[in-house]
């Protein structure tokens, strides 16, 4: 079964720098973009200015794959680190999928598990405690490389610090 990602295979790439947007909230949904290096966050901010980030698309990930139906995107997207992404213009991965019912197939099975991780990190989130999070952070994924932890912090939604001193408490 051909996957969805083949529809970028002759994609033309386009790097973006570290604290770049690809695209900014109510922009117009002209193209879809696949991660290949690096990671895009897809942002808003809060009243107060500060970001509240909606999901991270990291390699071999769509960005905003759910405003591919939308006028305008419903967020910002903002390079992480330096990425590159493929990029093909909305209309023409729309009849890609159309002209193949297995990738768009394989791009709902892909949207579907997405769907199934943010609603395990939705109920991470719930948890008061950093200990509670972690704990069913870990039950879910194990333990993370070395040199991730920070991810793992970004992931359920506590500081760096905090869950360093959550770490440290259960090594003494």
Partial sequence: MSHW???????PLR???KGTLLFRREDPVKSMYLVQS???????????????????????????EASLFAKTYHCDAVARSVT???VLPRSKFLFAL??????????????????????????????RRVADRLDAWI??????????WITVADQIGVSPPALYRELARRRA
């Fill in 38 to 64: 690096g990671s895009i966050a897809l942002e808003r901010s809060l009243a107060d200015g500060a970001p509240l980030t909606l999901h991270i698309a990291t390699t071999g990930a769509a960005v905003a």
């Fill in 84 to 86: 590159t992404v493929a």
């Fill in 139 to 148: 039950d879910l994924y194990g333990e993370p490389l070395k040199g991730k």
């Fill in 15 to 17: 790097e973006i720098a």
């Fill in 5 to 11: 990602i083949q529809i970028f295979d002759d994609a």
């Fill in 98 to 127: 159309g002209d193949r019912p297995d990738a768009a197939l394989s791009l709902i099975e892909t949207h579907a598990k997405e769907v199934q991780a943010q609603r395990m990190r939705t109920e991470i989130l719930r948890l």
